[in-house]
């Protein structure tokens, strides 16, 4: 079972309360990580990563264990704890500005 904690405007739209828990399979990358949140909430789509590109969108970043992982490959293994359902997988909206 994989936690992922998302931003506030995404659990808005994609109706949830809290953490999402998911299970993922054998493997727990971003990659699977994201395919089933999108699979368990289709209005997610597009949101977190392009759809044609499945490339991270600009402005959204991945963290766990308090590791940046958004520049990571999508299909390398996630934290150890993470895979555990110990410590959370963060979908994280950037901020920039000026």
Same mark, same amino acid.
């Given at each position: 079972?994989?936690?992922? &904690?998302?931003?506030?405007?995404? !659990?808005?739209? =994609? *109706? ?9 399979? $054998?493997?727990?990358?971003? *990659?699977?990580?994201? $395919? ?8 997610? @789509? =597009?949101?977190? @990563? $392009?759809?044609?590109?499945? *490339? !991270? @969108?600009?402005?959204? *970043?991945?963290?766990?264990? &308090?590791? $940046? ?14 895979? !555990? =359902? ?6 994280? =909206? ?5």
């Amino acid at each position: 079972m994989i936690r992922v &904690q998302l931003p506030a405007h995404l !659990r808005t739209l =994609g *109706r949830v309360e809290g953490e999402v828990q998911l299970h993922v399979g $054998d493997t727990a990358t971003q *990659r699977t990580v994201l $395919d089933a949140l999108e699979a368990s909430y289709p209005m997610l @789509r =597009g949101t977190i @990563r $392009d759809q044609l590109t499945m *490339r !991270r @969108r600009p402005f959204v *970043r991945f963290f766990a264990c &308090q590791q $940046d992982l958004s520049h990571e490959a999508p299909d390398n293994p996630l934290p150890d704890e993470v895979a !555990r =359902g110990t410590e959370p997988f963060l979908v994280v =909206g950037a901020m920039a500005g000026g």
